[in-house]
């Protein structure tokens, strides 16, 4: 059974078990947000929970580790304005280096 999760306003679909940020990368979706300075894109890097680089918004929840949660039917991702969402990557704290 595929669930059906939003990303964006558009669907995305996802296997059972697969992580939300696995979901993206089958969808061709290689980035979800960018960094506050430089609007630099971000995606998956690690892949194992190490690093901050695949922050997203699920449910209203930010900062979530995309390579972490687990995908489930429904969800909604990347829409709260904040990580995930933000064009000018307003949501991301911790790149700090200069553009």
């Given at each position: 059974m595929t669930h059906q999760m939003t990303f964006r306003g558009a669907a995305v679909a996802a296997q059972p078990g697969?992580?939300?940020a696995?979901?993206?990368?089958?969808?061709?979706?290689?980035d979800w947000r960018t960094?506050?300075?430089g609007g630099r894109p971000?995606?998956?890097?690690?892949?194992?929970?190490?690093?901050?680089?695949?922050?997203?918004t699920v449910d209203g929840v930010p900062d979530q580790r995309?390579?972490?949660?687990?995908?489930a039917e429904g969800m909604r991702l990347g829409?709260?304005?904040r990580t995930g969402a933000s064009p000018d990557g307003a949501?991301?704290?911790?790149?700090?280096?200069?553009?």
């Amino acid at each position: 059974m595929t669930h059906q999760m939003t990303f964006r306003g558009a669907a995305v679909a996802a296997q059972p078990g697969q992580s939300v940020a696995a979901a993206l990368l089958a969808a061709g979706i290689t980035d979800w947000r960018t960094t506050r300075k430089g609007g630099r894109p971000r995606g998956l890097f690690c892949g194992i929970g190490v690093c901050f680089d695949c922050l997203i918004t699920v449910d209203g929840v930010p900062d979530q580790r995309a390579c972490l949660v687990t995908a489930a039917e429904g969800m909604r991702l990347g829409d709260d304005g904040r990580t995930g969402a933000s064009p000018d990557g307003a949501g991301d704290r911790r790149d700090t280096r200069a553009a």
